[in-house]
């Protein structure tokens, strides 16, 4: 589903990123990427996403090679992963369920298609009675739960959230924390990079740890820790 | 392309050109001002082109023949002239009509003219029409070896002067509208710069979501087309009504007459200065899409 072999990222003025990156994450896995600030966890997210070539190395998702992907399969690559930032990136003057709506009218959706799906993702992260409200007028927790529809609207086979839980108190991170989880029990692919020291060691998921563009521990079900061997 | 996204990019294109008015209005005037001054430029090369083929269809072809030639000379010369290709039309004036026709010119002063017909000293010749203005120098050429002729001449002078005038209004006017043209591309470029800016978060999720590079940019083009389209259209409209009074008021007071109707100018041009607009608005917009939104 996702494999990396080999893959290191040098950005210009020879700061390396990544070195020699190699995991595999099968489908309908969760994985937590942590790891202190400038560990590489955005860089490695980034890569899948293709926003970001590697330095050297293979980089497989979903059946593409990522790496030596035709630049006009990018959009169609793209439209199966579902993307969560930290700072939601809603547009403000669009509603809620505009903003999910838009993420269907760019791949050139069908309207019948559109009223379907965007009131079902709505539902499903519990923002049907606020799909009329404009970002500006939710809490921070309910703009990550707009975002994650808006992810989710194109029905992926893989989500990548970007510390989803960063600008939210914890009760509120639990659950969005949660949310994400619940969409895994459905069948996607989850890798979320968080600090969540917490909420990852009391969810008992895959670990994957880096430390200075190194992969320096990979648990089954483990936990968060700043001990670096 | 289906139907619906056709029309979110026209719905996004409109809604573009209205958040930016400003820069929307600035663009639509300057391509307004290029191609306002296309149309008169292109307007004056077309009356002058049609005062031209005026001319050079009256052009005719006065072949003076020498003195003393037989009637059978002069019949063979006349068929040796209709044989000529490129010939309408082939006219004898003999000396005493041709003195007779200068007389008539003198009119009043015609006494002048008194005891000349014992020795007169105009020439016969041969008046002769062409079918076209462009075989007149050939048919010249081919008489001019012919027995018997003594001269020919023709407008060319005045034909050659009117070419140069249309050759210099062509030069000037071509540097002119390039430098126009030019002015309303950057400013269309500029213009979708600013939109391109001010969506730039817009741009950013549609990357993510996975929107294609022409989906990204069709909004842009199109906007970048309406602007060349109404600057053009806006115009031709200005251009009709001041180009019917300039001939209104040419015609009233300084009695030019012939000038070309406003319909016929507007016909001849209005496919052109279309084309010319939409490219200026395509291309500024090509342009920025291209430097900004590295798509
Ligand atoms: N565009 C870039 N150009 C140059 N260097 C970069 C760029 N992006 C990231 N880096 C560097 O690469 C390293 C890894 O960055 P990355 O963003 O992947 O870290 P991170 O693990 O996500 O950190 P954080 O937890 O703070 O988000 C950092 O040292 C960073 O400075
Ligand atoms: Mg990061």
């Known amino acids: 589903m996702i494999e990396f072999k080999g893959v290191s990222k040098k950005y210009s003025g020879n700061m390396i990123a ?42 497989l998702v979903n059946g593409y090679d990522v790496t030596h992907m035709k630049p006009g399969d990018i959009p169609y690559y793209r439209r199966k992963l579902g993307v969560v930032f930290q700072d939601y990136k809603l547009l403000p003057e669009k509603t809620v369920y505009d903003n999910v709506a838009f993420a269907l009218i760019v791949t050139g959706a069908q309207g019948s298609a559109i009223r379907k799906q965007v009131p079902m ?39 990548i959230a970007d510390e989803p839980t960063g600008n939210l108190d914890p009760d509120t991170a639990w659950g969005i924390m949660e949310l994400i989880s619940e969409i895994n029990r459905r069948g996607t692919t989850v890798l979320v990079a968080t600090h969540a020291k917490e909420i990852v060691t009391n969810m008992k998921k895959r670990v994957i740890s880096l430390h200075k563009g190194n992969i320096v521990r990979d648990q089954t079900r483990g936990v968060y820790s700043d001990v670096v061997k | ?73 002069i019949k063979l010369l006349d068929a040796g002239i209709k044989s000529v290709e490129g010939i309408k039309e082939v006219t004898y004036e003999s000396k005493e009509q041709a003195l007779e026709n200068f007389k008539k010119q ?38 001019k070896g012919m027995e018997g002729i003594d001269q020919v001449r023709y407008g060319k002078d005045i034909v050659e002067k009117i070419l140069n005038l249309t050759y210099v209004i062509r030069i000037i006017s071509l540097v002119l509208i390039v430098i126009l043209i030019i002015i309303s591309v950057v400013i269309i470029y500029n213009t979708i710069r600013i939109t391109v800016y001010a969506r730039r978060r817009e741009i950013t999720i549609m990357r993510y979501v996975g929107a294609t590079d022409w989906f990204i940019r069709w909004p842009f083009i199109i906007e970048g087309a309406v602007l060349g389209f109404a600057g053009t259209i806006a115009a031709l409209a200005i251009l009709r009504i001041s180009y019917s009074y300039a001939v209104e008021y040419l015609t009233r007071s300084f009695f030019v007459f012939g000038l070309l109707p406003a319909s016929v100018v507007i016909d001849n041009i209005f496919l052109m200065l279309l084309s010319i607009g939409l490219i200026i608005g395509i291309m500024g917009s090509t342009l920025s899409i291209h430097r900004f939104l590295k798509v």
């Open chain 1, 18 to 59: 990544l070195s020699n990156i190699n995991f595999f994450i099968d489908k309908g896995e969760f994985v937590f990427l942590v790891g202190p600030s400038g560990a590489g966890k955005s860089t490695i997210l980034k890569l899948i996403l293709k926003e970001e070539g590697p330095s050297s190395g293979e980089i």
């Open chain 1, 121 to 159: 993702v709505l539902s499903l992260v519990g923002l049907s009675d606020k799909a009329y409200r404009y970002p500006r007028e939710l809490s921070g927790g309910e703009q990550q739960r707009a975002a994650i529809a808006r992810a989710l609207v194109n029905n992926p086979t893989i989500l």
């Open chain 2, 1 to 73: 392309m289906s139907l619906s996204n056709i029309r979110y990019y026209f719905k996004e294109g409109f809604s573009n050109l209205w958040h930016n008015r400003v820069m929307t209005i600035a663009s639509i005037s300057s391509v307004i001002a290029a191609l306002f001054m296309l149309g008169i430029f292109s307007a004056m090369i077309l009356n002058v082109d049609n005062i031209v083929s005026q001319i050079e269809s009256q052009i005719e072809i006065r072949a003076f023949l020498k003195d003393d030639l037989s009637e059978e000379n």
């Open chain 2, 106 to 143: 003198l009119g009043d002063r015609s006494d002048l003219l008194a005891g000349l017909e014992g020795d007169n000293p105009m020439p016969a010749s041969f008046i002769i029409k062409t079918t076209s203005p462009q075989v007149i120098e050939s048919v010249v050429n081919a008489i």
